[in-house]
């Protein structure tokens, strides 16, 4: 293996590959696309440490994108071409390859030392198998900034265990309502406010994958799916009853905010109640499905059902078209809030309280006037604030704030 490792055609061959995923070694490099200001700020920020930056996240969310916008950003702060790496691991002329000798050829390439620095991105990091055992390798030897993507983010964190210590995670998520409108053109006038509660419908029915907002054919969506079910599942876990696959993703899809049970579930597919769950978690390490427990005592929320969501409202739109716009809306409002932490529900007296994160608690209601009789069971909460998310009913009573969806999602 060494021979032919560093053999002259070896290298010269590796230099073509690679050559390919790095434009900017030869001229001038461009993203053309809506920039992510606060994921590039994020990683910068990583930038300043030694660890490891996993970027996680939806299939076809635009992590590459985003990769090459940072890099973009690197070369037009000071940093050499040269001292850049990007490379796929899925790419059929390196699925044989391991990270480090590609790593060794880059610098065979460049005419590196061991002892110089440079930055490497490793696209679809975890379709190299053992990726962590080489990339703890790469950081203890030094010299070289790591940042590796990867769609399953559970397995990845899992896997990313090897590495405590060593690591870190940016999550990239489907485009927010103000990145929906940036792509778009459009202006945001609060002023307007008739214009945004259609435009906030309208980024709950197409969701954030850039490409469908581009696009907006439902065809990429339902490709899509099938790349989540054969690659992100099936392929990866050895499952062949993919038609299975296919009809829980359609049940979940049309249950979304509502509580799900795996044994129901279980009887109405003629699965095992295990086969279900299990299922079920490899959708959540596809960052595709997110389920929600029950707020109160650990035996409580164990044993209650889970709500289930999805990671992005225009997949729930295209696979289900007549799931009702109030579900969506309440899915549209979960993705909003699990950014900042982790999201429960509540039942009160029989009643059920969408959303409880720490001393907050939301409840989705989407009309433009809300009785105030559908919302007084959030008073028995003890929270330390109450927030109804309507169409476009705005103020505040008895202790509850009401605001328009449309501002929500641009305010937070």
Sequence with gaps: MDTYLYSRDYIKGMERVLSLFNPWWEGAFKTHWISRRDYLDRLAAKGKTDAI???TGLRRVGKTTLVHQFIE??????TEPSRILYFSMDHPALVKESIL???DAFRRIQGFGHSEDFTAFIDEVHAREG???ELKAVHD???VKVYATGSSSIFMVEKGAYLTGRQTFIEVLPFSFQEYLNLKGLQTKKSDSHLMVR???EYVLEGGLPEYIRTGDPGYITTLLDAFLYRDV????GVRNVQALRELMLLVVQSAGSRISPRKLSNVLGLSHETVREYLSFFMEASLLHQVRMSGKLSESVASPRKAYLADTGLVHVISPTINLGCLVENAVFNELRTAGEVRYAMVNGK???FVRGDECYEVKYMDRVPPDAVSHLKQLKVGRRTVITRNHSGKADGIDYVPLWRFLLER
């Design 352 to 354: 059920e309280v969408d």
């Design 73 to 78: 950003r690197l070369i037009s702060g000071g």
């Design 141 to 143: 030897m030094g010299h």
């Design 53 to 55: 930056v996993f970027i």
């Design 234 to 237: 099936a392929a990866r876990h």
């Design 199 to 201: 435009r906030a419908e």
């Design 101 to 103: 000798d590609i790593l």
């Design 131 to 133: 990726f962590e055992r």
